[in-house]
């Protein structure tokens, strides 16, 4: 069965520190896998996608994603965390072929200032 | 950018009424919306796919006679829950697909229900 897991469903981290968040995903095609940020009172908000071609995708807000077939991993990545940039985080895969979006559990970021 | 408004963001019923939820896609059409669920600290939920002009097609295990959806148009799908009990109290969110833009989805800001 599809599903995306999402290790980590706490990360704090320091404004200014790097910031990785992890997503695996089980599928059995070439997935097309997406990450979204969640602010209270906002709808779910797109940061990248990764649909083929170059494994390293770059997003809004200075985050990037590399996707890796042989860990079934596509991790968020961001060099300085803002402390706007705390929000949950949301790794999902779209089904072939029906457009349905399969969700991680999230993960909620805290940035200390 | 596409822009799904959801209304209300927020509504609080007694236990036995009806509440209809709304998705407008504001800026592009969306001929399939999609209706999440989202339970506290968990992700969300698919719970139906909603085609403009047909039926909506549910995801196992939820009641299509508790949550009635309707697509009237390219760009307003409703959701209503019918009869709402306590159990139904969570936050719902729906998304339009952009017909131009392959393969993205955009999100409401979501409804929390809570059913007294």
């Known amino acids: 069965a599809q599903s995306v897991t999402q290790p980590d469903i706490h990360i704090t981290v320091s404004e200014g520190a790097s910031l990785e968040l992890r997503c695996n995903y089980s599928?059995?095609?070439?997935?097309?896998l997406f990450w979204y940020v969640q602010s209270p009172g906002q709808g779910l908000q797109l940061l990248l996608k990764?649909?083929?071609?170059?494994?390293l995708v770059q997003g809004i807000k200075g985050f990037e994603a590399e996707f890796k077939r042989s860990q079934s991993s596509f991790n968020l990545r961001k060099p300085s965390v803002h402390w706007s940039d705390a929000a949950e985080y949301f790794c999902?895969?779209?089904?072939?072929?029906?457009?349905?979006?399969?969700f991680g559990t999230g993960t909620r970021l805290k940035v200390l200032a | 950018g596409a822009v799904v408004s959801q209304h209300p963001s927020r509504v609080i019923c007694k236990s036995g009424t009806s509440v209809k939820i709304e998705c407008r896609s504001l800026?592009?059409?969306?001929?399939?919306m999609f209706w999440y669920r989202q339970f506290p600290k968990q992700s969300l939920m698919l719970m139906a796919t909603?085609?403009?002009?047909?039926?909506?097609?549910?995801e196992q295990g939820v009641e299509k006679d508790k949550f009635l959806i309707n697509h009237a148009s390219l760009t307003l799908s409703t959701l209503t829950v019918t009869s709402a009990h306590p159990e139904d109290s969570s936050f719902y969110i729906c998304?339009?697909?952009?017909?131009?833009?392959?393969?993205?989805?955009?999100f409401g800001a979501g409804t929390r229900l809570s059913v007294l």
């Open positions: 998304s339009a697909r952009d017909l131009d833009s392959r393969r993205n989805q955009y």
């Open positions: 599928y059995g095609a070439t997935p097309y």
């Open positions: 990764y649909f083929s071609g170059d494994t």
């Open positions: 999902a895969v779209e089904t072939s072929g029906t457009y349905k979006y399969i």
């Open positions: 800026d592009f059409q969306a001929t399939t």
């Open positions: 909603s085609n403009e002009g047909s039926k909506a097609t549910y």
